[in-house]
């Protein structure tokens, strides 16, 4: 059974990980915004690319997860 969230009734709250998730994807989404991306080599913009779409796939999977919940 899911903990249900004060703020939104009927909606289970998040987990420990999930909550996780989130606090990473935003985190890297702040650097990569504060980053000076002009000096990175194409390698590194690959990297980057790479990780944000792992980021979104996980959040995206989440809300999925929120949906059928």
Known sequence: MHQQNP???GRPALTEQQL???D????DLENF????LTQLDPA?????ITRLLNRLD???QLVDDMRRA
């Open 7 to 9: 703020h939104s009734p």
């Open 20 to 22: 996780a998730l989130l």
């Open 24 to 27: 990473y994807a935003m985190r």
């Open 33 to 36: 915004r504060a980053a000076d």
């Open 44 to 48: 590194g913009l690959i990297l980057i």
């Open 58 to 60: 996980d959040a995206l």
